[in-house]
């Protein structure tokens, strides 16, 4: 299966990405709590039940961090991404729970070229990140820098 | 050992709490990277050297995730923490790399008693993730949901 590379000319403003899903799953939200985030409600089913979440549910970062990899597979090529200088309006809208399905819709806001390094560009991108019943978990604004198609074929 | 809870009352504007540290190791950043962000700056040493950013780096989301786990165990504790909406202005600096030693620092900016749930309130904060040289690696604001120290004692 040959993916899709987006380079920094395919991302104009208006542009929307749909991709996923991801899978989530108990010992998924345990392994990741205990690692980076072991509060009681990220651990510890028993005790997330009578929490404000009412039942165990996935550290915040570990849903970025499934989204991360949606993007990764679908979305950020090797040969174009670039990294991030960082990310705004990071909002956990609803708890993510063992069995939820998560899926990412992109849409690109704004594109700048690099005037210091011309093979490049930065991009204004907000990311919903939606769970199999249509319910926004979690959502951002974020910077991505990708090379330019012109600058990997000169 | 004893540690310390910090109820809403204690995180009045102004108020500035320091703690860490999180060794990084080439090991956990290639984990978290297979796992979650497999870009070949975070999976690949040898591809890595000729990135960017000149070697094997942790994901912005692993080093994000490491500043969690310094707040749950020296900030965060379980009577009086209630998990977080969202974060603003997160920011990647620099690049972490293996060998690097991360520590925090937190600003309270505001503090808000919640007028629908009067047991706790929000807190505006600044947390700054240093190096053991002193750079900044992430910077963050976000918000907090605190159990007020009243209402556990009620």
Chains 1, 2 share one sequence.
Request: net charge neutral; hydrophobic share 35%; glycine share 10%.
């Amino acid at each position: 299966m040959t993916r899709r590379v987006y380079w920094f000319e395919d991302l104009t403003p208006g542009t929307v990405l749909e991709f996923g899903h991801y899978d989530v799953t108990a010992e998924g939200i345990i392994d990741f709590g205990r690692q980076f985030d072991p509060q009681p409600f990220h651990v510890d089913p028993e005790v997330a039940r009578s929490s404000l979440f009412g039942g165990l549910c996935a550290s915040g970062w570990h849903t970025a961090s499934m989204m991360m990899k949606l993007w990764v597979e679908n979305y950020l090529a090797p040969e174009s991404s670039l990294g991030s200088p960082g990310v705004d309006e990071l909002r956990w809208h609803r708890p993510v729970f063992p069995g939820d399905r998560l899926s990412c819709r992109i849409t690109i806001l704004e594109s700048t070229p690099s005037r210091s390094r011309p093979f490049m560009g930065s991009v204004r991108q907000k990311c919903e990140v939606y769970k199999q019943n249509g319910e926004l978990a979690m959502s951002l604004v974020g910077i991505g820098l990708f090379r330019k198609r012109d600058a990997a074929t000169a």
